[in-house]
């Protein structure tokens, strides 16, 4: 029931600081870290990706950087059968190319990223979720990736899709 600027983690230092930006993707993992995706910075769109962890108060630019500079995207951190994984679907880019289907998933712990199955139709400004394994018949994560805008024109849309992650 409250906000704080201090990590209590750390015994109250402030959070850190990371470099100005908007309409990026963000997840947690189980363990805290924050993993935030893409967005603009100086009216530019970023492919970075920085880490956030909150249990040693550090915030730090991976290596691995998204395939595609974009805005307006999702992400979502899942547990798969090789690990944590954290996806970063759809997106805007600037200029005429206009809204994106792209799926990546990066792996935290190699530190790499790779390109899987694409959403069936470009998409952006949408609801993004995780549903967790709940019994024995869906023993994976999911992805809902919910509404959301088609194209410059700004068409709303009403799809709903589950992704499922593979990292095999």
Do not use: K, M
């Amino acid at each position: 029931g409250s906000v704080s600027t201090t990590n209590s983690i750390v015994g109250g230092a402030a959070f850190p600081a990371i470099a100005p930006r908007s309409d990026f993707g963000c997840a947690t993992l189980p363990d805290g870290r924050v993993y935030i995706g893409g967005g603009v910075a100086g009216g530019v769109d970023r492919a970075e990706i920085i880490e956030i962890d909150p249990s040693t108060n550090t915030t730090r630019t991976r290596t691995a950087t998204l395939t595609l500079a974009r805005h307006s995207l999702g992400a979502a951190a899942v547990n798969t059968s090789l690990g944590p994984r954290v996806y970063f679907i759809g997106g805007r880019v600037s200029g005429p190319s206009g809204t994106r289907n792209v799926v990546e998933e990066y792996d935290p712990a190699a530190d790499t990223i790779r390109t899987v199955a694409p959403l069936p139709h470009a998409l952006r400004e949408f609801g993004i979720c995780t549903v967790p394994a709940i019994n024995s018949n869906d023993q994976l994560d999911f992805v809902w990736v919910v509404g959301g805008v088609t194209d410059f024109t700004v068409n709303v849309t009403n799809s709903a899709y589950r992704f499922t992650p593979d990292p095999s």
